[in-house]
């Protein structure tokens, strides 16, 4: 089994603001070439932290993959020191030194001594394209250990991981195999971590080479099953097994599989069954609307959405009657329904979704506490209704209110949300 | 200056699925007492991992803060190896044991041999209690150096962070203290990193203690300031003209400082002037509307958003006229303004912000590729309109366009969006 160690490069990782998020893009992708993360590091724009991080990586990792410091600026270092950690040169590469010429002039920026640095490349790598971006990534290999740099910003790194950095090192992970890891991710919504901890008791010991792991979070419990055999075939089916069993055990709370979002499920739905769907939101303002919409090819089942924040907006938009709201509330089972039959009906489409509730953190009665939140879904013939109360903080609410939201046209769609 | 090093434990961080957000929080706090964070690193549950990383630590690092693994399950093994690399004997802690007790039996919870392993702790260590929590973090110094232990669930790490971690801290730092630690951040949009380091150039060496740094993202370029100096007088005076004259040379172009987010600046700036608005998404799909709303109290100046998604939704909603959609595209700046009044109009809001874009993967052609962004803001005397074109994928260009449409609100209500 090989391992691998990712460092994320960039003192704006070790200040308060932001998280190393590609991190977990990579973990994923190794794995699925058989590589194990087995430490992540985080080090700042310092020469000496670099240095040392990259020289202990390369003790305790056979692969090494850094993100961030190839930009053109004086904190991009990491060109120059893993030149040096390697003990190779930097050398101008003229084929990305043409892409970036090309890519600046048709943005009618200029070719500036900063932006051809980006240019220079360790002697003997292997440069990996950027086709959304200026830096390249690059592969380089020493003895039985490799090394792979990506930019920070997650878009490029992902793009030009996928399109030549991911092929790369599955080359190097075939020439070193020895062993096989196996792992896959169950999504669920609707049971808490203890529910599923119970429901998979007899699981946790069942099988020597396999593992679960349950982790909670707003878009519910993931479940892990990790296998780790010393054949492929085996591991195979033991995956096949486990897997086979913890689906029996959550039955249809299980919503997705592998790196599937609710969302891509439900467009996948809707796409199956050729239909539409209108949204109507209040506490959400727009987040599941969002969601539906971003999935690529999203115009062939949603039209519009409509986020009505205010008692006249769900009056205006969708004919929510004054009186209902003045007797149930904005907030209330009746509203919800009323909303979703209006943006059906408003839009001509086959399903209408609402959601109205209060993320907080002000707002909330003791009747009708911060975290209540109702949903409806409306299709020609009725409509249906759901109400959570969720904790969390207003962000917290308001996703866990969508991914409820999208979970209740999911379990519309499999036939299982009719009360 | 004390260096900390933040260490975090847990397989399931170095799965694809879960990132350490824990040490957010800890960066923030480690910096208000003036303790710098120089490397943070995720282990898994391997007690050799977690060993060698601790051992590393204390060669590195005069603060090392851990984060998990000191839970009931066989998988928490931080206190274990804690007692060992530090070469003290595991004790039952009677105070701690008694608190388990009580807070199991409150719950009617049964007291097992697995929950009372959370009451032995390392000799010498000094208990942080957890009072939303059964697992106790502790605190303990060994030479110049000093360890804290938390849980990894982050409402306990941080409650006991909050009520007692963070004061021993400062005991400890007061006691080694040389020298203060300021960092700043400043948020800009509109520039891209190559300009700002022009811009910036003769600032990066202006000051010995002071260092710049530079983050591109979807939501603009931080920039970073940070100050090192003996004494805190000084080191505020020396913060206090780098951030001048940064200020100076991005002009408008910041839109930010410290925590402060585009949505949290734009919800002030219409709250201030007592202006209201609604939007007209397309591209974006409910992200701008979203985002207006993710601030507390957003009522104030947000009623109502519209996702126009398809052509008909457009004409029905915002009386977008067909044929200007026929001859100009639904991509084009007339149709942007189109939107933007109609938002206007039928939200009878001060304001109407709309977008619309090819956020891809498909549907671009020569004249208007993936990433062609047109965004319009009406008053009640004009609409102005922008247009972009964003890189990346489809979930970048969206971020990067609600990014873009928020900042045309920005500064046309301080006064400088009229071309």
Do not use: W
Not at 71 to 81: C, E, S, W
Not at 159 to 175: H, V
């Amino acid at each position: 089994m090989l391992h691998a160690e990712i460092i994320a490069i960039g003192s704006e990782l070790l200040l308060g603001g932001t998280a190393d998020t590609n991190s977990l893009f990579l973990a994923d992708e190794l794995l699925k070439i058989g590589i194990e993360v087995r430490y992540k590091t985080v080090v700042g724009d310092d020469p000496k932290d670099i240095e040392h991080v990259l020289a202990q990586g390369f003790r305790r990792a056979q692969v090494l993959i850094t993100t961030g410091g190839l930009g053109p600026t004086q904190d991009d270092l990491t060109r120059k020191i893993v030149a040096r950690v390697m003990g190779r040169q930097l050398v101008l590469h003229e084929p990305t030194l043409k892409a970036i010429t090309e890519r600046l002039t048709a943005r009618k920026r200029p070719v500036t001594a900063e932006q051809t640095t980006q240019a220079l490349l360790p002697r003997q790598a292997h440069v990996l394209p950027n086709p959304v971006g200026t830096a390249p990534g690059f592969f380089l290999t020493k003895e039985d250990r490799c090394l792979m740099c990506l930019p920070g910003v997650a878009s490029e790194m992902k793009r030009i991981f996928t399109e030549s950095g991911g092929a790369r090192l599955e080359e190097f992970a075939g020439k070193a195999a020895s062993g096989t890891l196996l792992r896959r991710r169950l999504r669920t919504f609707g049971l808490t971590e203890s529910d599923i901890n119970t429901r998979l008791a007899d699981l946790f010991q069942a099988e020597r080479g396999a593992a679960i792991g349950l982790q909670a979070g707003e878009a519910g419990v993931e479940i892990s099953i990790t296998i780790k055999e010393r054949d492929a075939q085996t591991a195979q089916s033991v995956l096949k097994r486990m897997e086979r069993a913890v689906r029996e055990r959550v039955g249809d709370h299980l919503y997705a599989a592998g790196s599937q979002t609710m969302e891509g499920v439900v467009a996948m739905q809707l796409k199956a069954k050729g239909l539409t769907v209108a949204v109507a939101e209040s506490c959400t303002g727009g987040l599941v609307a969002q969601r539906l919409t971003s999935v690529p090819g999203s115009s062939a089942y949603f039209n519009r959405g409509f986020v009505v924040y205010s008692d006249r907006a769900k009056t205006d938009l969708l004919k929510v009657s004054e009186s209902l709201i003045r007797t149930k509330g904005a907030v209330s089972a009746e509203v919800a329904q009323a909303m979703a039959q209006g943006a059906r009906q408003r839009s001509e489409t086959d399903l209408g979704l609402a959601v109205t509730g209060i993320a907080g953190p002000s707002g909330g009665t003791k009747e009708k506490p911060v975290g209540l939140v109702f949903l409806a879904l409306a299709d020609k013939r009725q409509a249906i209704g759901r109400s959570f109360h969720f904790s969390g903080d207003r962000e917290g609410i308001r996703r866990r209110s969508s991914q409820a939201a999208l979970d209740l046209l999911r379990r519309y769609m499999s036939g299982k949300a009719i009360e």
